[in-house]
């Protein structure tokens, strides 16, 4: 499977903007990019995922470089509960009978001080 | 809606003893997973099934086993628990389809002593 790259950790200021770095330089046409965080104590929550175009949620927007090697997740305006780990995840295709299960790295923390 | 439920949410246990985690999912997934999270890593895929009957090892199945016999249930079986198992297990459920987006429970905190 293709693998991820991310920066162990990060910090921003609340509401300040935040742009979490993502390196997936052997991915497939087909592999989807998926974000999902983990708030502490909690189990992973989806916050976003995208194919070629850059996607925009209620959560986060999705920047996808024209290369698909590299991806970026925004954050507007960064509060104290996004404080958590930020996973990137290549989801590649699969026949339907080996699932779609999510190889979790270790993610990027993030720190967000008032 | 409940979405994925895991219980218990905390359970010690001695070394040589058994348990069954429970999960369930209302939303009509067929896609089931159990995930282990040791201290300061990533989520490791133990099993996942993709519909009742139909059960597969992922990365870390050794001392585990699991049980599909309904779509709602992914019951988790530690046959003689060991410390190396201590350990937050999630649990996590998902319709077939690749560009969708996977539900996780809560988690299990387990401590074998």
């Known amino acids: 499977d293709a693998k991820t790259t991310q920066p162990n950790s990060m910090e921003s200021n609340e509401e300040e903007p935040v742009h979490l770095p993502c390196n997936h330089s052997t991915i497939s046409g087909t592999d989807y990019i998926h974000w999902y965080r983990q708030l502490p104590s909690q189990g992973p929550e989806y916050v976003i995922h995208?194919?070629?175009s850059n996607v925009n949620n209620r959560m986060a927007s999705l920047a996808i470089a024209e290369d698909r090697k590299s991806s970026t997740l925004i954050l507007h305006r960064a509060t104290l509960r996004d404080a958590a780990v930020y996973y990137c995840i290549l989801s590649p295709r699969s026949d339907s009978n080996s699932g779609y299960a999510l190889n979790f790295g270790k993610g990027t923390s993030l720190l967000v001080t008032p | 809606n409940a979405g994925v439920t895991q219980t218990p949410k905390f359970r010690i246990l001695k070394i040589g003893q058994s348990m069954t985690l429970q999960c369930a999912q209302d939303m009509n997934h067929n896609y089931m997973y159990w995930y282990r999270q040791d201290p300061g890593m990533g989520l490791k895929l133990i099993y996942y099934?993709?519909?009742?009957?139909?059960?597969d090892k992922g990365e870390v199945p050794n001392g585990y086993n699991v049980s599909r016999s309904t779509t709602e249930d992914f019951p988790l079986r530690l046959e003689l628990a060991a410390p190396s198992q201590t350990s937050v297990y999630f649990c996590a459920s998902s319709h077939q389809l690749q560009n969708t987006e996977a539900f996780f429970g809560q988690g299990t905190r387990l401590t074998v002593v």
């Open positions: 099934s993709v519909g009742a009957g139909i059960t």
């Open positions: 995208g194919l070629t």
